[in-house]
């Protein structure tokens, strides 16, 4: 089996962005309570509930995340709200919790309607400036009613300006019981950026896992919380390429070595959009701390020309590496994931579901061409 860590609902149906904008809008009308002023729906406690169906949920679907699954050969997507449209530093701390409310259950929505193919994490209602420990009723609510296996922790709501205390203060430490307790790990994922200088996806994002390391290696949150796991996606930032530079901090710093440092803490995927890239993750980070993962649909979305396949399709670049050997393969592809995310296990059995593969009719992949938003 062949679990992808790394998904995000990136073609979401439109009434999620029209609530959204509803939503964004009712915060400059100083004339009613935020969240009221959505759009025409049965008002709920965190406003109008969603004007999404079944079948948009299976449209937008069909023709980009289910049928890549399908042609790259993966099974299972560890899959949560798109990451970018997070955006913790709009409004405050009511206005991301109801915001995070709809995401997660929509997510949870997709897995409830395709169970063989979507095991959801959810997005937490942070907000700039506001404890963590506000979010761990939408964490508890995710986990325990919405059959989530994780969570994306935020290291900087703020969008880019980094307001926040690094990961390793003291502040975080409510949130971090609570994820200990339930048994689920955070992958470290900021949202969109509101500084010009970084871009998303391109700066922002690689930045953020570079200093997410970096906070982990100086203190000693992993003595606090042994049982404490965190994936650093993108293929950890550009901790791999300079792995030597960390270790020589580490021991500059008296901390331990690296490998004993992130052990059973600290764990990256595969989402380096080049075989070169992989490999060199693959042969410096211990293969037991390492997750397949592709962050499709809308991370980068074309095509390479170099190799006339998908940018995005990390699968093909692991294949070609002849060095690994097939225990390797299997921890990448599938026991490392139920072991970093083991409430996955009482939801995906081992092995490729029967008939898996036409539970949706090939006929109906292409016809929906789903709006992929950016990542
Ligand atoms: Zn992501």
Not at 97 to 123: A, K, M
Request: contains cysteine; aromatic residues 8%.
């Amino acid at each position: 089996m062949i679990i992808d860590c790394h998904g995000h609902y990136t073609t979401a149906p439109k009434g999620l962005q029209v609530w959204r904008d509803a939503q964004i809008a009712a915060l400059k009308d100083a004339t009613g309570p935020q969240g009221t002023a959505g759009p025409k729906g049965p008002a709920g406690p965190n406003g109008p509930a969603l004007q999404i169906t079944d079948e948009e949920i299976r449209q937008s679907l069909e023709g980009a995340q289910l049928k890549f699954q399908r042609e790259r050969g993966t099974d299972v997507t560890i899959f949560s709200p798109r990451a970018s449209a997070m955006a913790h530093h709009v409004g405050d701390a009511t206005t991301s919790l109801h915001w995070s409310e709809h995401c997660n259950d929509l997510i949870h929505r997709v897995c409830t309607l395709y169970p063989d193919n979507f095991v959801g994490v959810c997005q937490l209602p942070q907000s700039p400036g506001v404890p963590p420990d506000t979010c761990i009723g939408e964490l508890e609510r995710s986990v325990n009613e919405l059959g989530m296996i994780g969570c994306n922790l935020n290291p900087d709501p703020s969008g880019g300006h980094w307001t926040s205390p690094p990961l390793t203060d003291r502040c975080w430490y409510p949130l971090y019981e609570k994820m200990v307790e339930l048994d689920v790990p955070a992958m470290v994922h900021v949202s969109s950026s509101c500084n010009a200088n970084f871009h998303a996806t391109g700066a922002h994002y690689l930045n953020a896992d570079t200093t997410a390391f970096m906070q982990f290696l100086t203190a000693d949150l992993f003595k606090d919380f042994p049982a404490l796991r965190f994936i650093i996606p993108h293929g950890g930032g550009a901790v791999p390429y300079h792995w030597g530079r960390y270790r020589g901090l580490a021991q500059d710093m008296k901390r331990p070595p690296l490998a004993d440092l992130i052990r059973h803490n600290v764990f990256f995927d595969t989402c380096v959009y080049h075989l070169a890239g992989i490999e060199l993750l693959l042969k410096i980070v211990p293969i037991d701390n390492v997750l397949f993962g592709s962050e499709m649909v809308g991370a980068v979305r074309g095509i390479d020309p170099e190799t006339g396949h998908y940018f995005d399709d990390t699968r093909r670049y692991i294949d070609q590496i002849a060095w690994l050997t097939d225990a390797d393969r299997q921890k990448l592809y599938e026991d490392n994931a139920r072991r970093v995310y083991p409430r996955m296990n009482a939801l995906v059995g081992r092995g490729r579901q029967a008939g898996q593969a036409g539970q949706v009719g090939a006929g109906q992949a292409g016809r929906h061409e789903a709006h992929v938003r950016s990542e």
